[in-house]
């Protein structure tokens, strides 16, 4: 009976992970993500069209230097991990250039 289970339950995981996938991909693309950057940065239009191709909606906001790294010591982002920009998203502060499955 355990080895019967135990095989039951290594062919079920992948199934649940499966099925978890689109309601992952859902919360995604109805979730905003703010990017705050300075203006003019490829690197940060580049990680936004990134996040859109995998199914997320940014919306940008564009600051001073000064005005962003104030963002950033509110948002408690320690200095040695200091991006061009930073995101909030679900109350989570995303610095640099994280990958999507990550921010999920």
Known sequence: MTTERSYSMKLLLPVLALAAIPAMQAHAQTTP????????????LFWMEYLEEN????????????SLVQLKLD???PQRMVSCHT?????????GHVPAADIR
Do not use: H, Q, R, W
């Open 33 to 44: 993500i703010g990017v705050y950057k300075t203006n003019g940065c490829g690197c940060c």
């Open 55 to 66: 199914g997320f909606t940014p919306t940008s906001e564009d600051m001073f230097m000064g």
């Open 75 to 77: 948002n408690d982002v």
């Open 87 to 95: 995101a909030l998203v679900d109350g989570y502060v995303i610095e």
